[in-house]
Structures are given as C-alpha cells and as structure tokens.
C-alpha cells in the first residue's frame, strides 16, 4: 500500500467531518417548502397542482444525465473506466447535498430556514454539473480526495458569482452558457493551470482507448444528447418559451452532430471517423443555443448555431488543445475549453445579438416576460397597459436593448474572471502534499485507488510487455545503427 495516496484515512475522515458538518446544517436550517409541508395541506389544495408534478420530470432527466451521462463520457480511458464513472458518483453526490445547502442560503432562505423542494434539487444538480465539466480538465491526474475538496471549494464560489450576477447584473442565460459552462470551464483550467505536469505533455502509456471504453463512453454522449433539451429549458418560464428551448435545443444538437460526422471524415487520414469526434463534438450544438435558447431567433438561426459551436469545438480539439498544453501550462485533459468554453463565448454572443434585435413586433406583449429587465418600471403608465395584456406581469428595470446587452457582456468577463481565479485558488490547495495526489507514473491507472479484477491485471501487463517491446526494439536499433 503507497502511503502517499491511501483513501485509508483521508476520504474517511473527509466524508465524516462533511457528514457531521451536512447533518448540523441540516438540522437548524432545512425544512420543507410550502408544496412538500402536509400541514399546509387541506381540503381545498389539489394535489395534482403541486409543484412535483411541474419539476420532477426536468430533475429526472438532469439526474439521467448528471449520473449516467457523464459517467459513462468519463469512462473512456481503458484503464481508467472506474475512476472516470465512479469518481463522477461520488463527487456528483457529494457536491448535489452541499449546494442544496449553499444554494439554498442564496435562493430559498426567508424565516430563519432553507425551504427545500423539488426545484432545489434541480438548481443543486446545475451546481453539481459545473463541478462535473471542471473535472473533465484534471481527469486522470487527481485523486477521490482532491476532487471532493475541490467540489467543496467550487460550489460556494459559484452560488455566490450566480447570486451577484442574477441579483445586481440581471442577465438573460436561460441554457446556462455563461453561468454554467463558461463558469466551468475556466474554472477547470485554472485548477488544471495550477495542476500543471510538464511530463504528460509528451503521452502517458495509460492515457490510450479500448473498443469496450469507447463504447461506453458513446453511450454516455447518447444519453447526454437525449436529455439535452430537459437540460436546457427546466428553468425556463412554462409554455412558449419552454416549447421553443426544447425545439432549438434539438434541432442545435442535430445540426452539430452530423457536422460533426463530416467534419471528423474529411480531417481523418484515412477517411474514417475518429470516436473522439463522436463523444465530444455532437454535444457543441447544446451548448451553443443556450443562452438564446428560449428567445425568438427562428429554428434557422439554431440550425446555424450548432455548425458553428461544433466547427469551433472540432477545431479547438484538433489545434487549440495541444497548444495550451504545450505553450500555456494549461492540459485540459477532456478539452472542456472545446465543448464549454469556445461555445459557450459563441452561445453568449449569440444571445447579445437575440436581445439587440428584440422588438415588440417579432415578440408582442411577451417580450417583457423574456426580457423582464426591460418591462417598465413601477408607476410608469406602460406597465399598467401591459399588465392588462399579460396579468401577473412584474415591474422590470425599464432598459433598453442596449443596456441589457451591456449588461451581459459585464456578466461574461466577470464570470470567467471570478471562475479562473477561483479555479487558480483552489489548484492550489488540492496540490497539498496530503490530498493524495497520484505521481506522474500512476496516472490515468484504476489499480491507485480500485481493487481491480484479474482481466484488468492481464490487459495492464500486456500494455507493460508493448512498452517493454518497443523500448527493447530501440535499444537493437541504436545498437545497429552504432556497429553500422
């Protein structure tokens, strides 16, 4: 047993400290919320109106894609399978139960409690997929215990850039591209940056796919893929808008991944399809309508968006990642800039455009629901004729197109500047000697921290006997070449 990264003591000891800390928290702060509290309930409440029946089903497929979905794409090293889907279990776990808590302080706090419902649970399983795209960029390198610390750092800092951002900038993010996946990603790459080993830029002789990995793994995209639109549209206002996040959500993920298919044919050798294209750059698409993805930019304008995310995601896989290795200290090991942070900046941009662009005529009376910064303020006389057209109407801040996109362009630089400080902040935490950190040898490798079947152990050896092969092959050539 290597003493230096035994889970003996230190995930023990982790888990009870946050079970104790979860468990006192719990107890003085949560309660039920109005729909899950049976005293509230009487004889004139129906049940079918509870908000269960609203929300589970969006929380039912981000959990499909949190657990099964990103497992699975995470499994695609062949001799890191368990560490990838089952690092993905616990830290998606740990991290879902303490933005509960964190977030909750933010958004459901009034009379001294945290009121918990279904919708808590859907906005924990957002935090937990910025955690989950984070580690994407340290897979491989990074043991149980650092990603564990590393989801308890991440999930205060991003329910506090979420709040100040929804709270003072006022921002139309929909799908989630700036304060989700840009906040990911350059959160990831600036623990990665920190994380930094000069020796995995030359390959690691574990760092390779099987035929069975890249199955799963495919298999991880699909279910990702399917649930996409859920993902997308959950926190979306019901009906038209909604409708309209799930339509340009498909027809974005359709359009990038038969891009994706052509793209990956034409730049192969041999004119075959690489599954890493597969895996990854399918998903472009999802992305990339995001941040307009409940606004009125017309089913072409998503069709466009996912050959553009998916373009920019292939080609910053091929050339953009390699460089940052070498060059920028940065090795995103999943190429999260790629999939998160390329479309996500495209996503953005896409969605200043949709707000400049909006006008009463494409959108009636509504635009003021979509836009709600832009509805007019309270006491001005517009509102009162609006709130006749659309009851329930809430007084907005009165800005003009201008203004909001303005507005969002001060939301993207301040997330990805709070996000890659946080990120640098916290590399360098997890790189304490004690967080078990791997050595450059063992990583990519589930033997470190798994009990491993024996057909694990035959495959390993075989991988062994390869690299003992060619290195013998170089000794008889240079052995050669000096008789010569």
């Known amino acids: 047993m290597n003493l230096s990264t035994s889970l003996k003591v230190r995930l023990p000891v982790l888990v009870l400290v946050f079970e104790v800390v979860m468990i006192m928290l719990f107890s003085l702060f949560v309660t039920y919320d109005d729909n899950a509290n049976a005293r509230l309930q009487n004889n004139e ?15 039912a497929d981000v959990q499909v894609m949190i657990f099964v979905g990103f497992g699975c794409l995470l499994a695609f090293f062949r001799f890191y399978g368990f560490s990838g889907m089952i690092f ?21 706090y009034y009379n001294g409690k945290i009121h918990l419902g279904v919708i808590n649970l859907l906005n924990a399983e957002f935090a937990c997929a910025v955690v989950l795209i984070s580690f994407g960029a340290v897979m491989g390198k990074t043991s149980p215990v650092q990603l564990l610390v590393m989801a308890l750092l991440e999930i205060p800092m991003f329910s506090v850039v979420e709040w100040a951002v929804l709270k003072y900038i006022r921002i139309n993010d929909a799908g989630g591209s700036i304060l989700i996946h840009l906040f990911a990603c350059y959160f990831g790459l600036g623990v990665t940056f920190v994380l930094y080993r000069p020796s995995l830029n030359k390959g690691h002789s574990k760092e390779i796919t099987s035929y069975q990995s890249d199955i799963l793994s495919v298999m991880g995209t699909l279910f990702l893929w399917v649930f996409w639109p859920s993902f997308n549209s959950a926190l979306t206002l019901k009906g038209d808008d909604q409708h309209r996040a799930v339509l340009h959500t498909f027809i974005g993920l359709s359009s990038s991944t038969i891009t994706a298919f052509a793209l990956s044919a034409v730049f192969n050798k041999r004119g075959k399809l690489t599954m890493a294209d597969i895996q990854n750059v399918t998903l472009a698409g999802g992305v990339t309508v995001g941040a307009s993805v409940d606004m009125m930019i017309s ?63 494409t959108y009636g009376p509504s635009m003021y629901q979509i836009f709600s910064h832009r509805a007019p303020p309270a006491g001005d006389p517009k509102l009162l004729e609006l709130q006749k057209l659309i009851p329930g109407l809430k007084p907005g801040l009165g800005r003009t197109a201008q203004e909001q996109a303005l507005y969002q362009v001060a939301a993207i630089f301040t997330t990805i500047a709070a996000s890659a400080v946080g990120g640098l902040l916290t590399g360098m935490v997890i790189k304490l000697p004690f967080m078990a950190s791997p050595s450059d040898k063992d990583c990519f490798d589930d033997n470190l921290f798994f009990d491993v079947p024996s057909d694990f152990d035959s495959g390993h050896q075989a991988l062994i006997s390869y690299d003992e092969k060619l290195q013998m092959s170089s000794i008889d050539t240079k052995e050669v070449s000096k008789s010569v």
């Open 45 to 59: 409440t129906n049940p079918m109106e509870n908000s269960l029946y609203r929300d589970y089903p969006y929380f």
């Open 299 to 361: 089913p072409v304008a998503a069709y466009i968006l996912g050959i553009m995310g998916c373009t920019a995601c292939f080609f910053g896989y091929r050339y953009l990642t390699p460089f940052m290795a070498r060059h920028m200290r940065i090795q995103d090991q999943c190429g999260i800039h790629n999939l998160h942070g390329l479309t996500g900046l495209i996503s953005s941009t896409a969605g200043i455009c949709a707000i400049l662009l909006a006008t009463e005529e």
């Open 88 to 108: 993905n279990f616990l830290t998606a776990s740990f991290a879902i139960q303490w933005a509960i808590v964190i977030q909750g302080f933010f958004q459901f």
